[in-house]
C-alpha cells in the first residue's frame, strides 16, 4: 500500500509569490490534515479536510488556504509569500480523522527567497 | 488549554535503554502518540496508546502512560545508533484530526 505522496519535495519561491502544494492520501483515507514545521514554532496544525470540506482550522491567517477533491487528494495554497513562510509543509491521512492514528508524508520543504 | 511539553535533547549510549518524557494538558485526550523524524524525512508513526491503558509494548517500545499526572514515556530499549533521530509525542486535539505536538526531543546515540 503506497504511503502518503507530497509533491513537490522542495520549492523556492519569492516574497509576494503564491504556491500550491499536493497531498495524495493512503488508498482509502478520507482525511487529510496540513501541518507546518519550522524551527522557532515546532509542529503547528494548518487544518484538515474530510470529504471535500475543511473540518478544523488552526491560527494561521487567511493566505493559508486549501481544498480537497472527491479522490481525497488535497492541496494547500499559500498566498503573497512572507519570508516567515519558509517551512516545511507536512501532509498526514487518516480513514475518518477521529482517533485512529495520522500517517505522514515526507514533506514538501518551502523556502522563500 | 493545548499544550504538549517535552525534554529537547537525551544522550545514550548505544545497548542501554533511553526513556522519552512528555506531559500534556488536555484531560479529554482519547489517544496519544509517539513519530519519530529522522533528518531530511517525514513524521514516522512509531507507537499510540488509548487513555484507558497504563502501558502497551511494542517489540523494543514500551510505551508509559499516567493519566492522572498527564504524563507519557517511550521506552526503546537496547538503542541502537539508527534510533538517532527526534521524537514527538502528540496528543489528539477534541477528537478531530487535530494532532498538538510537543518541541520533539532530539535522540544522540553513541557507539
Known sequence: KAGVTQTPR?????????VTLSCSPISGHRSVSW??????QGLQFLFEYFSETQRNKGNFPGRFSGRQFSNSR????????????SALYLCASSFQGNEEPQH???GTRLSIL | GEDVEQSLFLSVREGDSSVINCTYTDSSSTYL?????????????????????????????????NKKDKHLSLRIADTQTGDSAIYFCAERYNQGGKLIFGQGTELSVKP
Not at chain 1, 522542495?10 to 503564491?18: E, F, S
Not at chain 1, 488535497?74 to 513562510?85: A, P, R
Not at chain 2, 523524524?37 to 510505551?63: C, H, W
Open chain 2, 33 to 65: 502518540y509517539w513519530y519519530k523524524q529522522e533528518p531530511g524525512a517525514g513524521l514516522q508513526l512509531l507507537t499510540y496508546i488509548f487513555s484507558n491503558m497504563d502501558m502497551k509494548q511494542d517489540q523494543r517500545l514500551t510505551v508509559l502512560l
Open chain 1, 10 to 18: 522542495y520549492l523556492i519561491k519569492t516574497r509576494g509569490q503564491q
Open chain 1, 35 to 40: 501541518y507546518q514545521q519550522t524551527p522557532g
Open chain 1, 74 to 85: 488535497s492541496e494547500m495554497n499559500v498566498s503573497t509569500l512572507e519570508l516567515g513562510d
Open chain 1, 104 to 106: 505522514f508524508g515526507d
